[in-house]
């Protein structure tokens, strides 16, 4: 009694021969033929159960063991350390202020007169300078970053 052994070429994927993947249109891990590999991985495949051709995509069950990998970036737009967006707020808040007292400020109310460059005094969120000027609304950056307030009203 011989046993037949499977040969190495047997057992990897090739153009014509069929693999298990998941359908996109029965949503079902089933039987593909491949029409297309990308060096040892299928491409693109056909169902044999609905004849719908597509993408390659790991059936469940292997994409449950893969682990997930996360793609890294392969170039870096920035060369500066990232600030985070309460650093950056303050130091817009600190640029706008400039030297100017804060006990000039000028109280908000939604009737306020609006000006750019302008420094109001908020209840809720303190000292704050309008940066922009849109009809009956204007953005007031505060220290904790820029609001966008009803004014001219």
Do not use: Q
């Not at 046993?3 to 190495?8: F, N």
């Not at 950056?88 to 109310?109: C, I, K, P, Q, W």
């Amino acid at each position: 009694m011989t046993l037949h052994r499977l040969k190495k070429s047997d057992t990897l994927p090739a153009v014509g021969r069929d693999v298990d993947t998941w359908c996109t249109k029965c949503k079902a891990d089933l039987a593909h033929l491949i029409l297309a590999m990308v060096g040892n991985t299928p491409a693109k495949v056909k169902c044999n159960t609905c004849g719908s051709e597509h993408k390659y995509r790991l059936s469940k069950a292997e994409a449950a063991k893969k682990p997930a990998t996360r793609k890294k970036a392969t170039t870096s737009r920035r060369l500066l350390p990232k600030k985070d967006a309460e650093t950056m707020a303050r130091e817009r808040f600190e640029r706008l202020v400039g030297n100017r007292d804060v006990a000039t400020a000028t109280a908000y109310s939604p009737r306020l007169a609006a000006e750019k460059g302008l420094m109001v005094a908020h209840t809720k969120f303190g000292n704050g300078v309008i940066d922009e000027i849109m009809g009956t609304k204007a953005v007031v950056v505060f220290e904790d970053g820029p609001r966008t307030l009803v004014v001219n009203r």
